[in-house]
Structures are given as structure tokens and as C-alpha cells.
């Protein structure tokens, strides 16, 4: 590390230069001198992650409420290493006074799999004797296994192996060429790797063996489109441009838009971790989530047969949606105009990382935000709306999840993720019976049933800290028509019930009610509506976790047996499936289930946080394949009875006309986009005319 | 009627001039034509509709099989018509021979409420001696019956005045300055409106009165805003151009986009009608949708108390989603090229009218369409897709409903409608509890909990006209964990139940299942994955009717019971609430409770309609006033064991490496959108820079 470079950090640290915001991520200079601050006590270490520790939830309140007069909480560095020999450590390290102060060894815990961890297993896998000879039974020549690829996956919980030597499962596929995709060529073995010895220690092979497929690659880059009729060429350009610039201001990481300040956080688990969100309503910044992220997610495939239980991958907990992220590209993932933010890493060896373009800031035009007319006259408003967007994508070996984080001007916060990228594949025999845990999706390609199921972490900070959950559901009138409460039948109202414990916070989606969940302030009333100032959660992609209770999956994401959980804030409680996730077996489950296991525990009108468990079941067809257009799914975080009126009547109209405006003929208000044009048709050929 | 209308209608018939699709709605010059014929007949009368007779689907289908050697289906007006007196006939004129060819007087129907209708009663209203004495009860004097307004409803059913009478019921409203939102100062009485001795009949008048609120405007217009702190001044443009025109191709009505072609039709009582939905499915046009279109809607109200009964309007089958559509504006209800398509009506005096822009037809982007990225060397496509938007906006008295047909390249069509608009309101006075059934929205007003409950009709027509529905259930494997058929108790699958019956295929939304509806045809077996041919219905928002079995609304909404019926086709079955709504009693019910009398009627493998209710409940909060930021839902239509493979692999990529590329450093593929730009952000002053 360069002298330099140590010198920034400190002078971060004294004070002598801008000092970083709290919640920023730990900068690259900060990551070196953590690491070199360890390294001097503690020798030489594999590392894990090197990542902010946030300050405590009750010193930073404090500090944000008053930043001139308060101390500005000091920056901490959560370190996970592995030392040699495969012993695993939880540090931390006062990087202002430069110590450690907590140095943990852990045992029958695994920390995540890390994109180097990753990248090791083929190449040992290659060079194996025994996985040499599978390929070979396979039907892939001893001298092509440069041909033959694997995802490694952690090997999530295996009975056999349990927890105290790390192992990945590597789920194995052959291209034929290097440049085919290897989700058509599926093999039928899986070898386990011993990270510490860095070797295969087993392979599981299944009673029927299934030869690689014999189909032609099924691809989808340039040349094979080419090959197979080229690309379609009627799609003409859609430009999107910002001549002024952006409506938004950028201070570090701080994003101002709209009435709404946010900051944007990253770590390498969680990815985007929204920070201290707050809403200007006309001079008062009223807050409203002091952090919002993805904490978890876990993806159960459904087909019983073995060693196919193993595949339930956390995401985020085993992987890391931050150590996934892609480095984003101008005019690819985003169209417009663009602000990015990298993001700093460690790597194994200690050194500091940096994905370039790891967060994408940018605005889009959001339609029609709001409009009326008058049928008497056709006196007429029509707004338009814009929408902040700020996001990422990550990479988890097959699949691609691109997260959306959406800020409207209506005071909405909407969460979109767009599924995309390549099926999880296993081979099957030409005729083989799917037995209905899979579809068959090209020849020999057989795509199993599986879920996302992802847990949204809500910090509310509704009006202030001391918050309550209630459940709210469409429900009809007490009275059967014709009694004298219900003359009609018509009555119906949203029932309220209120959460006063954990174990009552405990629940599922409910579709026949529509179901949401009201985060309320009751110290604040509504002056008009005189219910209490809230935000409420509006999520209809919730299925069920469908492995069945008692099962692995069951046990060991224990967050997803719920769509709901509501516990007591707590600093140490941020990842539901825990701190370290693979090789968990779930016995006793980490996370949410010992955090809830005090039921009678109270959650109203104090510092909580909710916890909900969306996302889809996914049954694949031959159209996923053999990448799978984006498929969105999307929840809404709503004002109600927040503000005492619709907050956007400020954003300037596109059009607007009164009723004497247009009973005398005056000038009405006329700022419709003049960049807009009429299509001129004809002859087949479509052009544009103002 | 000039006689060059004439001619050219004559042309059109007789084949000398370029002839209508036989789905084209009727031109100005056809409703002239068709009023000219009925009139020599029937004399004088007052128009209610005049309108296409659609084709019928036998003799359609063989003309669209081969337009060249099968006759053309003839025009045909379908026409409703009040005689004076109040009799109300429905009646046919065939438009090539001149004749008509069915007119039936119809007892106890009364046809839609027009906007001539509705423009009628506020006059009147104004003059009444007793809406007047109730003005002055209310606190407004007697010389400002100017300022009083009111919406005029359908009657909906009052059992008192039954449906011999056409009646209106008017919602009344004060404006202290013609400008003023008049939905801030509900009046509590309810006048009756008859509209054939067009005069007031009868005022129903609360027990507790509840004056003129007092409270002061509460508006949006520009000159309210401007006098309470002014417009946001921090929006900067965003430009959204099409410099080389559009990707879309417009043949008389029919669309031709990306694969896609469309038919898109127009009529007062649906709006938009779409019809012979094709795919190109790489050189086989295979058809998809014969006909989708909303059909119907009803807006229940939640208050028991009388009259807030009678407020469930059915805003297509009372009022017409296409006579209340809105005049499209360029730059302010769509942004980019756009294509307009008018309407033509009839007026009550049998002239044709014209809505000009009433259908918007444009290209967006739509963001990522998919995206793989191989971790281990970062080859990597990235492809962005487009969507094809056709859209109208109706206003329904208060409310306004923006309605999007969104075709994907990826073979998805969506439906999504936004809700914008004023809520329906009420007085209530200060203090008064409004007992859960509404929201005090602004001081002195109450919006009452409601649902917008509409009818999708499907008419499908998968690889042909024998189609077969399917409930699909996201549903556990059978075995308990540990047993030998579910050993690790993960298994899940898709379950199928196939729909026989008319009875069979009564079903409601199931959350728990995440249910969703496969319209298949079982003749065409997908190569790959041996499964049906099919698109999926996917809709989250389904809510039940919440008015209860046997209330008024469950009887005369008989579609909204269920989300979905399966009915076989029936060229008379287009309406599920009966084609005359306004004043139906419900006894019997109209349309498809008419429709499943015969349960066991089959459905499968033959040509069928599903009848999908969808829509929101919603319970007002002071955000949504005084003028609600548009709230989306939206449904897919998703292609399932259609294509063999993602149907939008030919979309030419932003950006693609492959693995060899990578490795010999050779050129990638690089197209890359050039116009959007990196923010440069910098002293509170952010501006953009390649």
C-alpha cells in the first residue's frame, strides 16, 4: 500500500480533508489500512470481505439530527478472514485509531463464496482423474476437458460433509466450442470441492446415467444469430437525452431529487443499501426509512431427486450481490444520462478492488403523473412524472437479477427487479419423463421448477423512530343484505389490525383481502384524515416457500416461511439467514427464526424493523431459453395519510386549461414537449413529422 | 349529408374505392350512410349508437384465411335509437344493400347514458324551485345557482323508479369560483333526473344535513399552484426523439411491429378493440388473439348508507369508454413519435362526430430485454428491447382511466391501466365519524372506500380457434420430508387442471398458488418440451367483489363474482353485464350469469372466451386528493410453450463479447447507444459530458 494512500485515510480520519459520510462504504484507501492494521497483529489471512461496519443505529441518529455539534460516529472496517489452515474470523477494526477491536475465531461457519473462490474449482476440476473419467463415461474425450466448465455452487448444507471443511459443488456442463453456451450441454455428475485442500473429494453420479446432449448448440451471440438469419433490422432509434443535464444533485454519496435525499450505499453482500431517506415537505425533511436493502434471497429448486435438494442457493448470504455486480456500461444497462458509482472491494491476498460502474443513477420519464378534464368544457391539466432510478446487476453464475431502485414524484418507493440472464440446466435422456419437476427446454436440456424468494429489509423511519406495523385487509361489512347495518350489501372497509408482538407480526400474503401492511407513526396523526402518518407496502408477487416445513430449505432460510416479520431494531440483526450462510444446515435456524423466538417480544410504537419475503415461482418454458428475456416483478412503498395532499401538485404541467380560461377564450398553460413529433405514414415507409 | 359522403360510402360498398377492414369501425361517412337508411324507415329519432357490427367469426376467420378468393363480410351499422316517447329500439342496417335488416323495440332496457345525456341535467338541476330551496338548506343562496354543478350517473337500479323511466341520478357539487375543484364541496342531497320529461322527479335528502363546506379551495391549476409557493423549478428536460421515424408500419388500421400484427379497432362502448392478433414467427404468421378488449367495468362504493348504494357505475356498459374518450394531445399524454388514430360517433341528432387523437400509438424503450454475463471472463451480451403502446385515456365524470396495450418483443402483451383523476366525495361535517367506510380526504370531505373492478375479455385463438383453458397452481410435491418420493421435502410442480366445463372454469385468484390461467391449444404440441402451445394469463391484482352474494351490485355485475369464466364462443356474447346496463335490476342477471346457465356446456378443444375480472380496491388518503397521482396495475399475456426458443434473440444486442474474443482480444460488437452521456457532477451544478 502506498504511503499516500495511508496518508488520505488518515487525514480522512483527523479530519484534515473531507471526511467520508458515515454510511459510505469503506473507500479503497480505508480497505488497505484495515487490512494493513490486521495484518500486523495477525500475519498474512485470506480475505473474505473487508466492509463498512455501520455505526450504531442510535450514535448515527443522533449525529444526523446534528452533525454540527455531535462527533461524527468513527469509521469501523467488519473484516471476515480466513486464516491458513482454514480457521474463520469476525473482526473489526477502529480505523481511526488505527486497532482491532474484536477478533473472533468461529467455528462450523463458512463465510461466502467469494468470485476467486469461484474461479478456482474448474481448473482443478479439469485436471481430476475421477471427473477426467465421468467425462470420459459421458461421452467427452480424456483430451477435451478443457472443454468441459463448471458453475461452482456452495454446496448449501450436505449431511455427508456438514460444516467444518469448506466445500462448492460443481455443477458441470461441456461446449463444444468455447464461444456455446453451456446450458444446452448439461453433464450429469457433480464433483464436491475442498476449498482448503483445494480438491475434489467426491463426486456424486446418479443411478441413470445420461451421455452429454447430442443437440446442436442452442446460442444466442452475434455469429450464431448471423448464421441462423441474421438480425432484424427494422428497429429504428429511440434517443434519450438530457441537454440541461439531470434534475438531481450528487454530494459524495448523497443523491438530492425531488424533495427526496437519499444515501446510496454498497457492500458486497447486500449490494445497494439506501440510507437515511428522507422527504422535504414544503421546508420540513421529514424522514421516512433510515435503510432500505435486499438482505437475502434464496432460489429452492423442486426436484426431489438428489443431490438436486442441494440447490437453493442465498444469493446474497453465500455469494454476495455486491461481489456479483456488474461493471455497468454508458448506453447498455442505461440509456440517458448517467452518474456511477464504483464500487471498493478486498481481495484474498489483501488488496483493495474497485468495480468500476457498479451503481447506476439516472432519470426516466414516468408518464403521465397525473391528469383531469372536465366533461363540461374539456378544461383540462395533464403532468407528466419522472422517476429517479438507482441501480445494479448482479451475476450469479447463471442467472442475472438487475435491481431497481425507483423514487416517484408522488412520494412512492418502488423496488423492481428484472430477472434475466440463463437457465439452471441438467441433462436428461432423449424420452426421459420430467415427472413434472422440470421442463424440458431444448433437446436434452431439462430446466427445473425453482423460486426466487427475496427478503426486503424495511428500517422504517416513519415521521421518526418509534414506529407500528399494521396489517390491513378488504373486508366486507358486518350484515347480511337487507339487515339494518348492510341494507345493500355494499359495505365494505380495510380492517385494520395492529401488530403489538413479534409472534403476531408473523404473516402471509393474503390475496382474497389484497393484503398490504401499513408502517405507521401513531405519535403522528394525519390533521385531515386523522389516522396516523404511514407508509404502506403493496407487494403482490408473494408465493409461498414451497419446500414443505422440516425440509433443508425450510430450516435454513427460515425468513422465507413468511411473507412478513416484524422484529425489535436491533443493530446486530441485519442478515435473516445469518451472518455466514453456507453449509448452515438449519439446526437451529440462523437469522429470523432466533430472532423471533422470544414471540411476546413488543414491536409497537418503538424502533422496528420489517422483513418481507417476495418473488416468483418460476415453471420454465422453451421461450427462457436460451437466455431469458427479463422477466420484472415489482412492490411500491406508498404514502398514505403522510401528507395532507398529493406532494407532486408542484411539478410544472404539460397542459392546463381552467373553465374561464377556456369560456374566454384566454391563454391557457401550454408546455407540452415540442421534441415530439406526429408519424407521417404512407407507402410503407413511417417517418416523423412536428 | 353531402352527397360526395355518399358516393364514397357507395364506393367503399361496391369495391370502386379502397374498401374498410371488415374490422374497421364505421367511418363518418358509413354512420351518415346508416342513420340516412334507418331515417327513411323510422323517421326521425334520438341516435344512442351507431356503431360496427362485427363480422361474424365463422365467416370472418374464412376471409382472413383468404382475403383474396372469399367475399368480403358486408358493413353492417348496429344501431340503438330512442323513439321519441322513450321507446328504445336496437336495429341493423346492411350498409352494401341500403336496407335494414333488424329493428326490435326493447321494454324495460335502457341504452347508455351519452354525454349529450349527462350535459342535459346540470341545466335543468339549476332551475328546479326544489334543487334550488335545497341549495339554499346547504348554505348557498339562491341567485348562485351558477356555482352549483353537478355529475350526472346513471341511476344505477333504485327499486322505487325501476327502468321504464330513463333516469339520471346527479352528484352535487359547489364551486365558490368557476375554477375552483368542485370536488371539495360535495352537497349531501341527490337529485333524480328523468330524461325523457327532462326534469328533476325526486331528491333524496339525508336525515343529518351536512352544509356547503367551509373550508377553503383546494386546487391544481396552475394559478392555485402559482399562489401557494410556485412550481418546482429543478426538472430538466428530457428529450425523447425518433429521428429516423418509427419501427412500426401502419396499414389502414392494422400495425405491423416487430413480429406482431394488430387490428386495431375502436368503439364507443370499449374504446380500443384489439383484433387478429398475429405473431411472425419466423416466416409462419401464427395467430394468437382473435379479439382482446376491455368489456366491461363496475366501481362499487363501500358506504351502506342510502343512496351511496346506487354508486356502482358500470363506466363502459353505462357510459361508454369510447364516447368518453379523451381528444390526445402530442408531447403531453405520450412523448416520442406518435400516431394518432380518431374516432367516429354519432351525435343524438344522427350526425357523425369526430374525436380526434383518440387512440396513441408509439414505440418506447423498455430497458434491459436480457442480459448474460460469464463470470469467469466477463464475455458478456447485453440486449435492450422496445415496446409498442397503444393507448386512449377516458374520462369517467371525476375519474380518468389511461389504458395501455403494451406489445414485447419477447411475444408478452400487456395490459396496463392507469387510475388518475378526482375521487368521488362527499360532505360530512366537522367531527362526523366516518365509520370506516370513507377517508376525510380534506377537511369537510369524505371519499368513500371503492373498487374499479374490470372485465378483460380474451377471445383466443392459440395456433387456431380450439383452445383449451388450464388453472395452473404453484404446488408441494406429494411425500412428507423424509419419505421416498419427497426425501428432502423440496419437491414442487406446476398443477394442472384442465378446464372441461362451462362450471368447471368458475374460478377465483388463488394467492397461496400464485394461480395463473394457460390458455393452450392441446392440438399443437411444442417440439421441445412436449407441452401445449400456450399463453398465460398473469394477473396479481384480483380482487374479490367485496359486495355481498346477493347485494345489488353481486346481481348486476354477475361478471365480477369470479376472476375468471370460460364460456364458448358466441358471436351475441360481448357483453358480460348485458348490452343495455344503466337501471338492469340484476333479476335475472345479465350476460354471463345468462351465459354458464348450462354449466356442463364443454369448453374444451373448441373455440371459447375467457372472461378475466381484475382491478384494485381502494381506500382514499389524503394523498390521493385533490387530484390522485396515477396508480398502475397491470397483467401479462405470456407466450408458454409457444416458441421452441426466446423469440427475441434476433433484436440486435447494445453490446456482445464472447469467450473468444475475449481471449484473442479481437473486436467485440459495440452498438452501444451514443447519445447518452456520463454525468459530470460538481458544485451543485450537474450537467452531462460524453
Given at each position: 500500500?502506498?504511503?499516500?494512500?495511508?496518508?488520505?485515510?488518515?487525514?480522512?480520519?483527523?479530519?484534515?480533508?473531507?471526511?467520508?459520510?458515515?454510511?459510505?462504504?469503506?473507500?479503497?484507501?480505508?480497505?488497505?489500512?484495515?487490512?494493513?492494521?490486521?495484518?500486523?497483529?495477525?500475519?498474512?489471512?485470506?480475505?473474505?470481505?473487508?466492509?463498512?461496519?455501520?455505526?450504531?443505529?442510535?450514535?448515527?441518529?443522533?449525529?444526523?439530527?446534528?452533525?454540527?455539534?455531535?462527533?461524527?460516529?468513527?469509521?469501523?472496517?467488519?473484516?471476515?478472514?480466513?486464516?491458513?489452515?482454514?480457521?474463520?474470523?469476525?473482526?473489526?477494526?477502529?480505523?481511526?485509531?488505527?486497532?482491532?477491536?474484536?477478533?473472533?475465531?468461529?467455528?462450523?461457519?463458512?463465510?461466502?463464496?467469494?468470485?476467486?473462490?469461484?474461479?478456482?474449482?474448474?481448473?482443478?476440476?479439469?485436471?481430476?482423474?475421477?471427473?477426467?473419467?465421468?467425462?470420459?463415461?459421458?461421452?467427452?474425450?480424456?483430451?477435451?476437458?478443457?472443454?468441459?466448465?463448471?458453475?461452482?455452487?456452495?454446496?448449501?448444507?450436505?449431511?455427508?460433509?456438514?460444516?467444518?471443511?469448506?466445500?462448492?459443488?460443481?455443477?458441470?456442463?461441456?461446449?463444444?466450442?468455447?464461444?456455446?453456451?453451456?446450458?444446452?450441454?448439461?453433464?450429469?455428475?457433480?464433483?464436491?470441492?475442498?476449498?482448503?485442500?483445494?480438491?475434489?473429494?467426491?463426486?456424486?453420479?446418479?443411478?441413470?446415467?445420461?451421455?452429454?446432449?447430442?443437440?446442436?448448440?442452442?446460442?444466442?451471440?452475434?455469429?450464431?444469430?448471423?448464421?441462423?438469419?441474421?438480425?432484424?433490422?427494422?428497429?429504428?432509434?429511440?434517443?434519450?437525452?438530457?441537454?440541461?443535464?439531470?434534475?438531481?444533485?450528487?454530494?459524495?454519496?448523497?443523491?438530492?431529487?425531488?424533495?427526496w435525499?437519499v444515501?446510496?450505499?454498497?457492500?458486497?453482500?447486500?449490494?445497494?443499501?439506501l440510507?437515511?431517506i428522507?422527504y422535504?415537505?414544503?421546508?420540513?425533511?421529514?424522514?421516512i426509512f433510515?435503510?432500505l436493502s435486499l438482505?437475502?434471497?434464496?432460489?429452492?429448486?423442486?426436484?426431489?431427486?438428489?443431490?438436486?435438494?442441494?440447490?437453493?442457493?442465498?444469493?446474497?448470504?453465500?455469494?454476495?450481490?455486491?461481489?456479483?455486480?456488474?461493471?455497468?456500461?454508458?448506453?447498455?444497462?442505461?440509456?440517458?444520462?448517467?452518474?456511477?458509482?464504483?464500487?471498493?472491494?478486498?481481495?484474498?491476498?489483501?488488496?483493495?478492488?474497485?468495480?468500476?460502474?457498479?451503481?447506476?443513477?439516472?432519470?426516466e420519464?414516468a408518464g403521465?403523473l397525473f391528469?383531469?378534464?372536465?366533461?363540461?368544457?374539456?378544461?383540462?391539466?395533464?403532468?407528466?412524472g419522472?422517476k429517479l432510478i438507482i441501480?445494479?446487476?448482479?451475476?450469479?453464475?447463471?442467472?442475472?437479477?438487475?435491481v431497481y431502485w425507483i423514487f416517484h414524484q408522488d412520494g412512492t418507493v418502488q423496488l423492481e427487479i428484472k430477472?434475466?440472464?440463463?437457465?439452471?440446466?441438467?441433462?436428461?435422456?432423449?424420452?426421459?419423463?420430467?415427472?413434472?419437476?422440470?421442463?424440458?427446454?431444448?433437446?436434452?436440456?431439462?430446466?427445473?421448477?425453482?423460486?426466487?424468494?427475496f427478503?426486503l429489509r424495511i428500517?422504517p423511519?416513519i415521521?421518526?423512530?418509534?414506529?407500528?406495523v399494521f396489517?390491513v385487509?378488504a373486508?366486507?361489512?358486518?350484515?347480511?343484505?337487507?339487515?339494518?347495518?348492510?341494507?345493500?350489501?355494499?359495505?365494505?372497509?380495510a380492517?385494520?389490525?395492529?401488530?403489538?408482538?413479534?409472534?403476531?407480526?408473523?404473516?402471509?400474503y393474503?390475496g382474497?383481502?389484497s393484503r398490504t401492511w401499513d408502517m405507521c407513526?401513531?405519535?403522528?396523526?394525519?390533521?385531515?384524515?386523522?389516522?396516523?402518518?404511514s407508509y404502506k407496502l403493496v407487494s403482490r408477487e408473494v408465493?409461498?416457500?414451497?419446500?414443505?416445513?422440516?425440509?433443508?430449505?425450510?430450516?435454513?432460510?427460515?425468513?422465507?416461511?413468511?411473507a412478513v416479520?416484524?422484529?425489535?431494531?436491533?443493530?446486530?440483526?441485519?442478515?435473516?439467514?445469518?451472518?455466514?450462510?453456507?453449509?448452515?444446515?438449519?439446526?437451529?435456524?440462523?437469522?429470523?427464526?432466533?430472532?423471533?423466538?422470544?414471540?411476546?417480544?413488543?414491536?409497537?410504537?418503538?424502533?422496528?424493523?420489517l422483513?418481507h419475503t417476495f418473488g416468483i415461482?418460476?415453471?420454465?418454458?422453451?421461450?427462457?431459453?436460451?437466455?431469458?428475456?427479463?422477466?420484472p416483478m415489482t412492490l411500491l412503498l406508498r404514502p398514505r395519510n403522510f401528507f395532507?395532499?398529493n406532494p407532486a401538485?408542484?411539478?410544472?404541467?404539460?397542459?392546463?386549461?381552467?373553465?374561464?380560461?377556456?369560456?374566454?377564450?384566454?391563454?391557457?398553460?401550454?408546455?407540452?414537449?415540442?421534441?415530439?413529433?406526429?408519424?407521417?405514414?404512407?407507402?410503407?415507409?413511417?417517418?416523423?413529422?412536428?
Amino acid at each position: 500500500m502506498a504511503l499516500d494512500r495511508l496518508k488520505s485515510v488518515a487525514q480522512h480520519v483527523t479530519g484534515t480533508g473531507p471526511p467520508p459520510h458515515p454510511f459510505d462504504p469503506l473507500s479503497n484507501a480505508e480497505i488497505d489500512a484495515a487490512v494493513q492494521i490486521l495484518g500486523k497483529e495477525h500475519g498474512q489471512l485470506h480475505y473474505n470481505a473487508v466492509t463498512l461496519r455501520e455505526p450504531a443505529k442510535t450514535e448515527m441518529l443522533k449525529w444526523l439530527a446534528d452533525s454540527v455539534n455531535i462527533p461524527r460516529p468513527s469509521r469501523v472496517a467488519d473484516i471476515v478472514a480466513i486464516a491458513p489452515g482454514g480457521k474463520v474470523y469476525d473482526g473489526l477494526v477502529d480505523l481511526k485509531n488505527g486497532k482491532v477491536i474484536k477478533w473472533d475465531v468461529l467455528e462450523g461457519v463458512q463465510p461466502l463464496i467469494t468470485m476467486e473462490d469461484l474461479q478456482t474449482v474448474e481448473h482443478v476440476m479439469r485436471k481430476d482423474p475421477k471427473v477426467i473419467e465421468q467425462c470420459v463415461i459421458s461421452g467427452i474425450p480424456a483430451e477435451d476437458m478443457h472443454k468441459v466448465y463448471c458453475d461452482p455452487w456452495t454446496i448449501g448444507y450436505d449431511h455427508r460433509f456438514g460444516n467444518s471443511v469448506r466445500l462448492q459443488q460443481a455443477l458441470m456442463y461441456y461446449r463444444p466450442h468455447m464461444d456455446d453456451s453451456q446450458y444446452s450441454f448439461p453433464l450429469d455428475f457433480c464433483p464436491i470441492f475442498d476449498a482448503d485442500k483445494a480438491e475434489i473429494i467426491h463426486i456424486d453420479i446418479p443411478d441413470i446415467r445420461r451421455p452429454v446432449n447430442q443437440a446442436k448448440p442452442n446460442n444466442y451471440h452475434v455469429a450464431s444469430i448471423e448464421n441462423e438469419g441474421g438480425y432484424r433490422t427494422d428497429i429504428k432509434p429511440i434517443n434519450i437525452t438530457q441537454p440541461e443535464g439531470v434534475s438531481f444533485k450528487v454530494e459524495g454519496r448523497v443523491i438530492d431529487w425531488q424533495n427526496w435525499k437519499v444515501h446510496v450505499g454498497f457492500n458486497y453482500k447486500e449490494g445497494i443499501v439506501l440510507n437515511n431517506i428522507t422527504y422535504n415537505d414544503k421546508g420540513t425533511v421529514r424522514p421516512i426509512f433510515y435503510r432500505l436493502s435486499l438482505v437475502e434471497m434464496v432460489v429452492p429448486y423442486g426436484n426431489p431427486e438428489h443431490p438436486h435438494q442441494r440447490k437453493h442457493a442465498f444469493d446474497l448470504g453465500e455469494y454476495g450481490g455486491g461481489y456479483m455486480t456488474n461493471s455497468l456500461s454508458l448506453g447498455c444497462d442505461c440509456k440517458g444520462a448517467i452518474h456511477y458509482m464504483d464500487a471498493a472491494f478486498v481481495n484474498r491476498a489483501g488488496e483493495s478492488t474497485t468495480i468500476k460502474n457498479a451503481v447506476c443513477i439516472h432519470e426516466e420519464d414516468a408518464g403521465i403523473l397525473f391528469k383531469h378534464t372536465d366533461f363540461r368544457d374539456e378544461s383540462c391539466l395533464v403532468t407528466r412524472g419522472r422517476k429517479l432510478i438507482i441501480s445494479h446487476i448482479f451475476t450469479a453464475a447463471n442467472y442475472e437479477y438487475c435491481v431497481y431502485w425507483i423514487f416517484h414524484q408522488d412520494g412512492t418507493v418502488q423496488l423492481e427487479i428484472k430477472l434475466t440472464g440463463i437457465l439452471n440446466t441438467y441433462a436428461m435422456l432423449p424420452g426421459e419423463d420430467t415427472k413434472g419437476w422440470g421442463t424440458e427446454v431444448y433437446p436434452g436440456v431439462n430446466a427445473h421448477n425453482h423460486q426466487h424468494l427475496f427478503c426486503l429489509r424495511i428500517d422504517p423511519n416513519i415521521d421518526g423512530s418509534n414506529n407500528t406495523v399494521f396489517q390491513v385487509d378488504a373486508s366486507q361489512g358486518a350484515g347480511e343484505v337487507g339487515s339494518k347495518e348492510n341494507p345493500y350489501g355494499n359495505a365494505f372497509f380495510a380492517k385494520r389490525t395492529k401488530y403489538n408482538t413479534v409472534s403476531e407480526a408473523i404473516s402471509d400474503y393474503d390475496g382474497v383481502t389484497s393484503r398490504t401492511w401499513d408502517m405507521c407513526n401513531e405519535n403522528k396523526i394525519n390533521p385531515y384524515s386523522h389516522k396516523p402518518s404511514s407508509y404502506k407496502l403493496v407487494s403482490r408477487e408473494v408465493p409461498r416457500l414451497l419446500p414443505k416445513e422440516g425440509s433443508l430449505v425450510w430450516k435454513r432460510a427460515g425468513f422465507a416461511r413468511h411473507a412478513v416479520h416484524v422484529t425489535p431494531y436491533d443493530d446486530e440483526q441485519l442478515y435473516p439467514a445469518g451472518r455466514h450462510v453456507p453449509q448452515t444446515s438449519g439446526e437451529p435456524s440462523k437469522g429470523i427464526p432466533e430472532w423471533i423466538a422470544n414471540g411476546d417480544a413488543p414491536i409497537d410504537n418503538r424502533d422496528i424493523v420489517l422483513w418481507h419475503t417476495f418473488g416468483i415461482t418460476h415453471f420454465p418454458a422453451p421461450e427462457d431459453f436460451p437466455i431469458m428475456p427479463a422477466e420484472p416483478m415489482t412492490l411500491l412503498l406508498r404514502p398514505r395519510n403522510f401528507f395532507t395532499k398529493n406532494p407532486a401538485l408542484d411539478v410544472p404541467p404539460s397542459y392546463c386549461s381552467t373553465p374561464s380560461q377556456i369560456a374566454s377564450k384566454s391563454k391557457v398553460t401550454d408546455a407540452a414537449d415540442k421534441m415530439s413529433k406526429l408519424v407521417v405514414t404512407g407507402g410503407g415507409a413511417e417517418c416523423c413529422q412536428k
